[in-house]
């Protein structure tokens, strides 16, 4: 079946720490994104990647980094600049920078010890 | 900038009552527009869309008509069921823009047996 698969489900950071949260898709999809969800805010955009080795800040992407080094995958490193990390994390793509319909993951909720 | 509005949660319904989730939205250009559907501890999943002004999308029983005189896109379903309690997003995609949708903030329905 194609989808996307994220991982872990949940992980824990400490104090000073980075972590890399993992995003894969097999449905052969260009454009793959970050967002993360707050209770009550909706969602919001950290990184996107139109095509392999190129991507583009969001609106919240201070404290993070990504890679596109293969189509099929797009991690999200939360590094310690990032004071708030506590969130919902969660991995889209679609098919082409021009096709609106996004695609989800499961989401890994990111909790600080 | 875009921006979509929806009415705040949690909205609590008997289970076969009707239900109405609103939407409204700014945009510069001419959008499409899109419901998603958010499971607990899911990501989301598209669940209907509509492309141009008048345009009907529908899907699971759920329907929403892209009005552009009153810049609306308000769901509804007609009798809902348990297996409805999810959280529901109204989104936009500005097509002259970068594609990457707008989100609203959403909106939790949950219905009682």
């Known amino acids: 079946d194609g989808g996307i698969t994220q991982s872990p489900k949940y992980l824990f950071r400490k104090e000073g720490q980075n972590v890399t949260l993992s995003c894969e898709q097999n449905?052969?999809?260009?454009?793959m994104y970050w967002y993360r969800q707050d209770p009550g805010q909706g969602l919001r955009l950290i990184y996107y990647?139109?095509?392999?080795?190129?991507?583009q800040k969001g609106d919240i992407a201070e404290g993070y980094s990504v890679s596109r080094e293969k189509k099929e995958s797009f991690p999200l490193t939360v590094t310690s600049a990032q004071k708030n990390p506590t969130a919902f994390y969660l991995c889209?793509?679609?098919?082409?920078?021009?096709?609106?319909?996004?695609?989800f993951g499961p989401g890994t909720r990111l909790l600080v010890l | 900038g875009d921006s979509v509005t929806q009415m705040e949660g949690p909205v609590t319904l008997s289970e076969e009552a009707f239900l109405t989730i609103n939407c409204t939205y700014t945009?510069?250009?001419?959008?499409?527009l899109f419901w998603y559907v958010q499971y607990p501890g899911e990501g989301l999943q598209l669940l209907l869309k509509?492309?141009?002004?008048?345009d009907k999308g529908s899907n699971k029983g759920f329907e929403a008509t892209y009005r552009k005189e009153t810049t609306s896109f308000h769901l509804e379903k007609g009798s809902v069921q348990v297996s409805d309690s999810a959280v529901y997003f109204c989104?936009?995609?500005?097509?002259?823009?970068?594609?990457?949708?707008?989100f609203g903030r959403g909106t939790s329905l949950i219905v009682h047996p």
């Open positions: 889209a793509s679609s098919m082409d920078a021009g096709r609106e319909t996004q695609y």
């Open positions: 509509a492309t141009k002004a008048d």
């Open positions: 449905l052969n999809h260009d454009a």
């Open positions: 989104a936009l995609s500005d097509r002259g823009g970068s594609y990457i949708p707008t």
């Open positions: 945009a510069t250009g001419y959008p499409s």
């Open positions: 990647s139109q095509i392999v080795n190129d991507f």
